[in-house]
Each structure stands twice: as structure tokens, then as C-alpha cells.
């Protein structure tokens, strides 16, 4: 996996970012507490002088991790965060695309109705999945959450935004060139805290967290920043290889992202 | 590491994806996943191993043998970073190949030599818009060469052909490199073939890693700062903006334009942290010793011994997506712009590269196109000043085309 230059990854999240702030009026970002979104929510204090200037909304399930409430809780008060936590209902036998599909969609729209957020700060990377590389840093969704993935709109040099559908919403990419390992070299430069299930304990640690549910972890016994880096600049293992809803059957991604899904 | 980013260019059906895969499995990038992954989608669609599967990843793009949106790969070669941009070759997904074009500084032209396929409108138009767009390095791949029984004069032929081109449209055709390939069976991409024992250059990633290296961007070093908002910071705002040239220092003093403000900068944030000056690259956060009043969105930061005059006439080179008929605006600097007039003079073949009457059917063409404005913009011929010089073209909602500026007209 390739360690890009993180100046020039930086500097193209902090214009996004600033975009997104002077393109629309309503800025929301999704916060699962996990790695990237939290480096995302690092990048909007550099670009707004130490304050996250738009609400964060967790889509919780009431199913993740004990750990994760609890960096949620620490975080929210220590970043000063105007945190949203965005109920959804899970149904014991609910698992992959039924749950991440209905169930954190359903949830989502509703706060972004209630809200009446214009665009949604998602903290997707390229390198994730193929789907995800076929994105653009801004994204319009239409008001039913869909992605026209076959007619996405001219994205040319820095000219992020199309013409939008008012009744829609746009996502907004700000880390969609990052590289996995990138994340973990920003983390390790501006001591960014992160939850603690990124480390190996007895022997596993989560590469990628989701919920308890549909998440499992890897082998490995990083327990460090540096040698979750070093474990990364060599792997050949996909990142997400952990999380159920990809495996399900083919194109799942496709289907769960046209239909709204982070 | 920096990462050189490289677009794909080239008719539907060249290759594209097919080399991207390839290049991800002969330098060792794929992982063996992935390339198990898209043995089982060939064999489940009844085809041959598709290289190309390790790319495309929407159903309809596997299953129609097609490329629909842009993506990209990264691949590590002899420690230098390459991002490879694969761009659809359809003419009705030419947006999308722009949109992926644009952001790379270098381009691989797929031309096919199989006797059916050959240089096609399509080719020449992706060369042609990759010269507007300020590409100014190719390496054309002159790729089936397998169908051609890897012929000597095959390969000169169409050498020729495309070097006319370039030529007619006033690319330097030292900077083209040709390399007779084959993207499927891997001739020439990171192990000289010896089934072209006639042909003494580089392999396909070695040109790439020598087109790159001690690539420099010219530039004249003058300050300027596209403007791109304000910030609050307390009671007061500070504007914002991407420096493009040249640097900033505290104290400096600087005028904005079209306002035509004089100013001197207070302070300077890059990255959340306050500095003496900020350089190209840097998105900075600036506080002046009086606060500018109005959004100067779109405005430019220039020195204050530089003056660009505002200007309300440009002549450019407008390549259509469409023949419009319509009113249509630009976006330049961040800023929607109407165009009181759009006058068009000649009209260019983009697939043959000719001169045509004005009337001419504009889609999929480019034409020099005189733009007057009722508003003054900031705007610098594309030669000097790539960001300050390109726009790209809407008709109302739709987008239409991207353009480049010649001259301000004064």
C-alpha cells in the first residue's frame, strides 16, 4: 500500500471541507467514531482553527462497541462537538445488507430530514472498495437517498459542484484520495485519539470497525501506531475483509450505496 | 511518497482497463484476492480471464464489457508512486473521461492495431483534448499488437498517422512516446517482449517513470491566491483561499481582485496554525489590517506591484459535449458567470483535427469562442496560469464543456 504525501492529501481534505462550509447551508458529517471519520473531524479543526464547525451525527444502533461509546462520550466533550445521535431500531435477526441498508438509511433520513441537512460529510476513501473509487468528492443523492451512479455529474479540476436537485442532498468526500495507511501516519503526526479497538489484544485487533454484530477482527499483534503501519505497508489482505455486508454476494456495495448507504 | 497521476486515453474497446489490470498484476500490486476474485467473474460470464475485472467493479460495467465512470489505481514502481485514472472511451461518457482527465498530468493513448479497430475519431479527440487540458506528456501505446502478428510496419504506420496529428494540433511530438504492446498477453508493460525484438525502447513503466522523473511545473513565481470564502474567527472573518503561485508574507502588501482592494496582511494560518508565509499548494486563513467588506469569492490575491486588469471579454477554446443553443455560463475561480455573448468563430473537427464554418455541429467539438461578461472577471491565458485560465461551460443546468482562455480582450 502506497504512503502518499500527507501535505498534499491535507491540503485537498481542508478545501473540501471549506467548500462544503461556503457551498451549502446546512453541513452535517457522520461520525461512527471510527478512524477516518474521526481524522475527518482532525481536518475540519485545522481548517476552521480548532472548532468542527457543522454537527456530527452518529447513526447508532444501539449494537456497537463498549469501547466506541465510550471514545464518543470522551471526544465529543474533549473537540467540543455538537454531536447528534441518530437513533435507528435493531431487530435481533437483522445482519448485513437488511441492517446496514434499512436500518442505518431509515435512521439517516430522518435526521437529515429533521434537521433539513443540504449536504452530509461522509469519510469514505477510494482505496476501501472499489464502489467507493468510483465516487466524487461531492456527490449529489436525490431526495430518496439514491446515487446515479450512472450519470454522476463533470467533476474537472477543482470545480466540485454540479447543479443540485433541491430536494436532494449532496455528500460531501473530503478523504476519498486517502490510502489506509495514510490515516494511520496523519494519526501517529497529530496525535489524533482513536479508539483503542484499532489494537491488537490477545493476539486480534479491527482493521475496520462497524458494529458488534457484523465486524470481526483480524489477526495481528499491533499494538502500536508504528506497527499497525508497518503491518499495512505490506499487507495484501483487503481492508474491509472484516465486514460482513461486502461478502454477502456480489455488487452488494453497489446496491447498498445506490440506495443511500454510507 | 508523491503520486504522479496518469489519465488513460483512447477509444472504447483499446484496452484501457484491460493494461490498468494487467500493470496492477505484473508489478505485484493486485492483491491475490482480488485477481481470484476477477478469474471467477470471467469464468461465471463465460469469457476468457478479463484483467480488466480487477478494475470495474459496478455490475454493468462487467457484465456490458464496459468502462461507465472513472476510477483509479495506485501502483508502486521502483519507488516512484503512479496513480493510473481509467476513463470510459464511449463518446456519451466523455464527461466522465474529462472529469478523470483533469485531474492528471500525464496521459497512456490505447491505440488498437487490430486491423478492425485502428486510430479512430475517438483517439484523436482524446489527444486533442488532453493538449487543451494541458497534458504535455503522452506515451502511446500501440496495443494488440498480437492481432497484428506484432508487425513492424503496423506499429510505423500508425505512428505516423498519430504523429501528424499531434502535429496539426501543435503538440510537440518530442514528448509523445510510442511502444508497441500487448495489454493482454503483457508484451512490453514491465518485461521487453521479445516478440518485437524490432523495437529498441522502453518498456511501458519504464517511459512512464523516465516521462515523470524531473518533471517540474513552470511557473513565473508571482503570488496568487484564489480566493475561495470567508471563515468566522471571533467577531471578525478571515478570508480564505488556495495560493496557486508564489508565496505570502505577513506584512505583505497585496491587492484584490476585481475589487481592486489594496491591503496589507495581518496574519496567516496554515493548517489551523498561524505562520510568517504561506506558499503554492497551501490553503491559508488571512487576516488584513482592514477587514474586506462583501464576499470576495472568486476574487484573485495578487502582489501589490502585479496588476491583472478585470475584463468583461475573453477569447478561448471551448470544447462542447453538446451543440448548445442556449445562453451559457462559466465557472471560473469558483464563481458561475453568465455570458452576455458567446460568439463563435471556427468551429475544430476534433476527430480529424480540421477547421470548420461556425455553423458546424459543436458536439464532441471545440471552437474559439469570443465570451463577453456584463460583470468584470479575473482571468489569465491558460499558458501562463493554468487555474486562472480554465473554465468549465453550463447551460442552465446542464453541463455543456470545459474551456480555456487564449486572451483577455481590453
Known amino acids: 500500500m502506497i504512503q502518499q504525501d500527507l501535505k498534499e492529501l491535507e491540503e485537498r481534505s481542508i478545501y473540501i471541507i471549506r467548500e462544503a462550509t461556503t457551498k451549502f447551508d446546512k453541513v452535517a458529517a457522520l461520525w461512527s467514531m471510527g478512524k477516518d471519520s474521526t481524522t475527518m473531524l482532525a481536518l475540519a479543526r485545522k481548517a476552521f482553527l480548532g472548532k468542527v464547525p457543522f454537527p456530527v451525527i452518529h447513526i447508532d444502533n444501539n449494537i456497537d462497541f463498549p469501547e466506541t461509546y465510550k471514545f464518543r462520550q470522551d471526544l465529543a466533550k474533549k473537540w467540543k462537538l455538537d454531536l447528534i445521535v441518530a437513533e435507528s431500531e435493531i431487530k435481533p435477526e437483522m445482519s448485513g445488507f437488511a441492517c446496514c441498508g434499512e436500518n442505518k438509511t431509515v435512521a439517516l433520513k430522518k435526521v437529515m430530514k429533521d434537521y433539513g441537512f443540504d449536504a452530509l460529510i461522509v469519510s469514505i476513501r477510494r482505496d476501501e472498495h472499489g464502489i467507493r473509487a468510483k465516487e466524487r468528492y461531492m456527490s449529489p443523492r436525490d431526495k430518496e437517498f439514491k446515487w446515479n451512479f450512472k450519470d454522476q455529474p463533470a467533476e474537472i479540476w477543482d470545480d466540485y459542484s454540479s447543479k443540485l436537485d433541491a430536494k436532494g442532498h449532496v455528500r460531501i468526500h473530503p478523504l476519498l484520495d486517502w490510502n489506509e495507511v495514510d490515516i494511520w501516519n496523519f494519526i501517529k503526526k497529530e496525535k489524533v485519539p482513536i479508539n483503542p479497538l484499532y489494537y491488537s489484544r490477545n493476539g486480534l485487533r479491527y482493521r475496520s470497525l462497524g458494529c458488534t454484530h457484523c465486524t470481526i477482527p483480524i489477526r495481528s499483534n499491533a499494538k502500536t501506531i508504528d506497527a499497525i503501519i508497518g503491518e499495512l505497508a505490506v499487507t495484501k489482505v483487503e481492508e474491509r475483509s472484516g465486514r460482513e455486508q461486502d461478502k454477502e454476494k456480489a455488487y452488494v456495495m453497489q446496491k447498498l450505496r445506490a440506495l443511500g448507504y454510507m | ?410
Not at chain 2, 57 to 86: A, H, P, W
Not at chain 2, 253 to 271: L, R
Not at chain 2, 326 to 338: L, M, T, V
Open chain 2, 1 to 410: 511518497m508523491l503520486i504522479n497521476r496518469i489519465t488513460l486515453l483512447g477509444h472504447k474497446d483499446h484496452g484501457k482497463s484491460t493494461l490498468i489490470g494487467n500493470l496492477l498484476i505484473q508489478t505485484g500490486t493486485a492483491s491475490e484476492q482480488r485477481i481470484n476474485d476477477a478469474k471467477k467473474t470471467s469464468q461465471k460470464l463465460g469469457r476468457k480471464f478479463e484483467p480488466g475485472f480487477i478494475l470495474d467493479s459496478f455490475e454493468e460495467e462487467r457484465e456490458g464489457g464496459l468502462t461507465i465512470d472513472t476510477t483509479r489505481v495506485q501502483i508502486n514502481y521502483k519507488d516512484i508512486g503512479f496513480e493510473f485514472i481509467d476513463v470510459p472511451g464511449h463518446e456519451e461518457l466523455i464527461k466522465n473521461m474529462m472529469s478523470g482527465a483533469s485531474y492528471a498530468k500525464f496521459a497512456i493513448l490505447l491505440v488498437s492495431a487490430k486491423s478492425d479497430e485502428g486510430i479512430r475519431p475517438q483517439t484523436k479527440r482524446h489527444l486533442f483534448l488532453a493538449k487543451m487540458m494541458g497534458i504535455n506528456k503522452i506515451i502511446i501505446a500501440v496495443n494488440k499488437m498480437d492481432y497484428a502478428n506484432y508487425r513492424k510496419d503496423v506499429f510505423d504506420n500508425m505512428r505516423n498517422e498519430i504523429e501528424t496529428f499531434l502535429h496539426k494540433i501543435g503538440f510537440d511530438k518530442k514528448q509523445a512516446y510510442f511502444i508497441p504492446i500487448s495489454a493482454y498477453n503483457a508484451d512490453n508493460l514491465v518485461k521487453i517482449s521479445k516478440k518485437t525484438p524490432w523495437y529498441k525502447g522502453s518498456t511501458l513503466m519504464d517511459a512512464m517513470k523516465n516521462a515523470v522523473v524531473g518533471e517540474e511545473e513552470e511557473t513565473d513565481g508571482k503570488l496568487r491566491i484564489i480566493v475561495q470564502g470567508v471563515l468566522p474567527s471571533g467577531k471578525k472573518t478571515m478570508t480564505t483561499g488556495k495560493i496557486i503561485s508564489g508565496t505570502i508574507k505577513a506584512g505583505e502588501k497585496v491587492s484584490i481582485v476585481p475589487a481592486n482592494i489594496t491591503a496589507k496582511t495581518k496574519e496567516i494560518f496554515v493548517k489551523g496554525k498561524k505562520q510568517k508565509a504561506a506558499r503554492k499548494g497551501e490553503n491559508v486563513a488571512l487576516t488584513f489590517d482592514k477587514e474586506p467588506k462583501g464576499s470576495l469569492r472568486g476574487s484573485v490575491i495578487y502582489g501589490a506591484t502585479v496588476s491583472v486588469r478585470p475584463t468583461k471579454r475573453v477569447s478561448s477554446i471551448i470544447f462542447f459535449t453538446k451543440n448548445v443553443v442556449k445562453p451559457i455560463s462559466i465557472k471560473i475561480n469558483g464563481n458561475e458567470i453568465a455570458c452576455d455573448e458567446a460568439k463563435i468563430k471556427d468551429v475544430i473537427d476534433t476527430g480529424t483535427g480540421s477547421k470548420m464554418k461556425s455553423s458546424y455541429d459543436k458536439t464532441l467539438n471545440a471552437a474559439d469562442v469570443e465570451l463577453k461578461f456584463s460583470k468584470a472577471i479575473i482571468a489569465e491565458p491558460f499558458e501562463i496560469s493554468a487555474e486562472l485560465g480554465r473554465f468549465v461551460v453550463y447551460q442552465g443546468k446542464e453541463f455543456v464543456g470545459l474551456g480555456i482562455v487564449k486572451g483577455c480582450i481590453t
